[in-house]
């Protein structure tokens, strides 16, 4: 019988578990060894299993794309990713320097700009940033925290070297499909949780709400938290309901949230109004608050940012945080590390250029069939040109949009980002993968152990993102005896 | 709590309750069809009268037979009454107060609801339907079983017990209501000695004809049906039964206002119904009028704790 592993391709990037075909890596070595004993069937009904569970648990993201469907069922990849704890402590560590660098930044940004004028950054970028909300000037949220979820993307490119791609420091989401997978993976594979010390996550909802409640205006008494959601069309919906739940705290849309003329955030109960004091607001600025930002907006709370300007409640993140998920702002962040901490930083950037310094544009627009293109302030890797995949059309038509707004563009080298065994038709073939750790920050910064990884299902497909049909595995960290 | 959620927990308890009613209204009517002689003029018909849907019937189907009937009532997602719809909209609502309940909770209903998804062409052929029919049946018991098994009793176990009382009562009134049609149409032919037959197929649809047996030791006949459907205080779809739980949650939930004391005299009207030699005309009037009380009820729910206006 053939193996499920015959023909599995190393020399495409990095491969996280396999050195090659016949040679797994040291992280690696337990799970292949497991996966050898099981044949191709059992392999098969292992993943019928998890479709059904996911059918079941009702786990889903919506594309919009998907007309009619607002609950597709999350791709899910059972094969998990595997980082040793060795490693991922200095990843770890990494992450925390990074997001306090960044909350330091978005504080500076809002207050003195001791940053720009030390000349570190063109002031221009701060005040063009669509995300630079005057609003918010003055303003000192609890622990001078401004990002207090943060959700970072790393990739592992083929010199074996996690950088870090983005931050995402508005409302980034996935995390519940990071504890979900993992609920998954114990239903299919709970053998290997016998033999394998891997890190638990499930903590992370106690985490999160800690979080909140350190943030909270008043500390006396109990702490009443919501989370905000824009409702249940919105994509990440279920995620919304899934922590609010998991939290035990209250799902709120902003129909019912009432601001008085105290400026104090109610809800509307079953009792009358009732006071509420952290908002987990999975909303974007623009849309928290009509009497302040896009007037249109049905999903927010009027005189939202009243309640918060007055100390009243606690939002997090803290409206204009958004100013630091930037990808111009992106290539300023270790040198944030070096100025706000004195600190060298512990994960590196992947070389951008910015498309604003008319020397970075030239080369941009000069070797834009190698590079990746991204929007500044996109996410979800809608309107980015991944030069060596994209048409000579499409090329020159990405060189006139770029020419138009240079400032919102910025070009990275096309990363040759690593890959794992993904099971594609009972077989296991290579996948390219990215990581999503969650970190919080409020009176303590605490990071999950591992994050979302995310795959890109279609073969050589570089586009992991779930709202373009990316799929998602579980993450493992694991203690091999080297604590 | 909030208002909001209070209501789409009301609502789901509802839609699941409908949900159950529909499959087991359809199950006994299908039932009671066996035992009847063909040459009988009593059909599908009857089932889309007891919720006036025959016009929006009539809007989409031609004839009134078996295979178009069971479609309308049970498939039909275009039919907002239909078990399909119901179950899809208490799909919906649970989906959306998912902090509040039992994750099992959500699996359940999200599973009956995906089974009743990829089945729903079967329910034209009596014997799949059967088991489609059993298979909801047993889903929304487990659903029940389970939140009564796993919820504390707090504010939104007292809305999901509310909700489901008030479809309950509003069900048993609309059964009531098959039996005066069916009588109505019996009275003059042969039917008539079907009519042991027909009033032990309404208990059969509200599970009552063990309970009756038990209670009654008497002949199953048309006044004794109806007194113990209507009055009866032990049977958990008997009306009277439900206002009791009804008045329970209502008590249990804070800002009740008149509420309590709106279902008190509910509780007298329904005491004082006569269900001795009541005639056809007499009978629906009293359901029509059961009715539109229920309705009433279920308003001022709504405009007590659904509906807060905040005075910005």
Redesign the interface.
Known sequence: MKSIWENYKTDVAYDELMFSEYQSRPVSHQLCRYLDTLKKEDIDKRKAAAELAI????ISFTVYSDEGNIDRAWPFDIIPRIIAAKEWRIIEKGLKQRLTALNCFISDVYGEQAFIKAGKMPGEIVNSSKNFRKECVGMKPKHNVWANICGTDLVRDKDGIMYVLEDNLRVPSGVSYMLENRVITKRVFPELFQDIDIQPIDDYPTRLHEMLTSIAPHQNGQVTCA?LTPG?YNSAYFEH??L??QMG?????G??L???DDDCV????????EKVDVIYRRIDDDFLDPEVFRKDSTLGV?GLMRAWKAGNVALANAPGAGVADDKVVYAYVPEMIRYFLNEEPILPNVPTYLCSNPDDLEYVLDHLAELVVKPANESGGYGMLVGPHATEKEVASFRDIIKKDPRNYIAQPTLSISTAPTLCKSKLEPRHIDLRPFILQGQDTFVTAGGLTRVALKKGSLVVNSSQGGGSKDTWIINMGDK | MLSRSAERIYWLARYIERTENIARLVNVHMNLLMDLPKDVEMGWKQLILINSSDQIFYEKYNVANEKNITRFLLADDTYAGSLFSSLTAARENIRTSRDLLPDEAWEQVNEMYLFAKKNLDTVSNRRHRVIFLNEILKGCQRFTGLLSGYMSHNHPYAFIRLGRNMERADMTSRILDLASLLLSESRSDEVRQYETILWMNVLKALNALLMYRQQKHSHVNGDDVLDFLLKNTNLPRSVMCCLSEISECIIKLPNNGDLPAKVVELQTYVQAIKTEDTTQAQLRGILDDLQNKIGGLHNEITQNWFLIVSED
Do not use: N, P, S
């Open positions: 059918m079941e648990m009702g989370v249940i309901a899934y609010a739940q705290a209250q799902l709120v849309e129909g019912d009432v601001v008085k109610y809800m509307k109960t079953i009792q009358g109004l009027k």
